[in-house]
Nanobody, 122 residues
């Protein structure tokens, strides 16, 4: 059973930084591709970033490329999203996700966390 718990969200001014974490107690964490998605009020959920099970491959939405960095620590069964140069349009609920497929994780996922709110003020 994969149980994902996000943390690290909050309120930050434009130009600031936040680091999100996603903890998973499952011993199978290292066998899953992992990703981050976000959903702003009134909008559809969108892909933000993904990482392969080994961490060797990473993928980003164009809107965050160069500002966000996804990483994972398989020994700690934790996924991270370092967010720099934040903009008001980054405001959303951010969801951690896991899937067996490195392709599928770039559009959807099998397992989801409950989300953490990120608010960027102008």
């Amino acid at each position: 059973q994969v149980v994902l718990v996000e943390s690290g969200g909050g309120l930050v001014q434009a130009g600031g930084s936040l680091r999100l974490s996603c903890a998973d107690s499952a011993r199978t964490f290292s066998t899953y591709a992992m990703g981050w998605f976000r959903q702003a009020p009134g909008k559809k959920r969108e892909f933000v970033a993904a990482i392969s099970w080994s961490g060797g491959n990473t993928y980003y939405a164009d809107s965050v490329k160069g500002r966000f960095t996804i990483s994972r620590d398989n020994a700690k069964t934790t996924l991270y999203l370092q967010m720099n140069s934040l903009k008001p349009e980054d405001t959303a609920v951010y969801y951690c996700a896991a899937d067996r497929s490195e392709i599928r994780i770039r559009s959807t996922a099998t397992y989801w966390g409950r989300g953490t709110q990120v608010t960027v003020s102008s």
